[in-house]
């Protein structure tokens, strides 16, 4: 695959595959309303921590396909989820070369990073992706739905944005309508009902797909780009 998206540099991507995420990807965007953003522009993708699990220690293979490990013919364990969405400033322009990095626990909830069950990991399972964005400010990954896990009630997946002259910026993605939303310390610690929505989405199943995909989409909101 593993990047639907063209123009993006170095990233490999297998033809069959790539074919299918492309169509995908794109398609991902008809779950979201023209417009829907219009009146949370100007208000900014709400901070939320890293946390203890950012891999010490990246993986060879850090493409924006975590279902597929290189040129593995076994896919990870769990739901697949189309993760897509633009990074924008606060004027709704779109921010190209940020560098987007997402990671998550694997279908058992347990992350990359050196824990006491890191042997129960998904060996087939990536964990870690990056994409680059383009003139667009587009950006896309191929996943699975997260999972709550000891201590996190919440199913959640962390991105993190990296810009040339900024310092990163960390946030959490949360599932809309998750049961341990309401349990989950960090979730309620984010503010208002309204700041909460903007970290927190539908994971729509994906009607065209046989083997129940879901796909979300998460636009993230950062102050004004610095001056060239």
């Known amino acids: 695959m593993k990047n639907p998206l063209a123009g993006i540099h170095g990233v490999r991507i297998h033809s069959s595959r790539r074919r299918f995420l492309r169509q995908l990807s794109f398609g991902t965007a008809l779950f979201t309303a023209p417009g829907?953003?219009?009146?949370?522009?100007?208000?900014?993708?709400?901070?939320v921590g890293e946390g203890p699990f950012y891999p010490p220690r990246l993986p060879l293979d850090t493409d924006n396909d975590l279902i597929i490990i290189n040129d593995s013919i076994t896919?990870?364990?769990?739901?697949?989820?189309?993760?897509?969405?633009?990074?924008?400033?606060?004027?709704?322009?779109?921010?190209?070369?940020?560098?987007?990095?997402?990671?998550?626990?694997?279908?058992?909830?347990?992350?990359?990073?050196?824990?006491?069950?890191?042997?129960r990991f998904d060996s087939h399972f990536q964990g870690f992706g990056r994409f680059l964005t383009g003139s667009t400010g587009d950006y896309y990954f191929r996943t699975i739905r997260p999972v709550p896990y000891a201590g996190r009630p919440a199913a959640h997946v962390h991105f993190k944005v990296k810009m040339k002259g900024r310092e990163p910026y960390t946030t959490q993605l949360f599932v809309k309508g998750e049961p341990g939303n309401q349990q989950d310390r960090i979730w309620r610690g984010i503010?208002?009902?309204?700041?909460?929505?903007?970290?927190?989405?539908?994971?729509?199943?994906?009607?065209?797909?046989?083997?129940?995909?879901?796909?979300?989409r998460f636009d993230i909101v950062l102050g004004a780009t610095p001056e060239a």
């Open 36 to 47: 829907v953003f219009a009146e949370e522009l100007a208000r900014r993708t709400p901070w």
């Open 75 to 119: 896919p990870a364990v769990g739901r697949i989820a189309h993760i897509s969405g633009r990074v924008l400033d606060t004027r709704g322009d779109p921010i190209r070369n940020a560098t987007i990095e997402l990671w998550e626990a694997d279908s058992l909830g347990v992350y990359l990073a050196d824990q006491p069950n890191r042997s």
């Open 191 to 216: 503010g208002d009902p309204e700041t909460r929505g903007l970290v927190t989405v539908d994971f729509a199943p994906i009607k065209e797909s046989r083997i129940g995909e879901l796909a979300a």
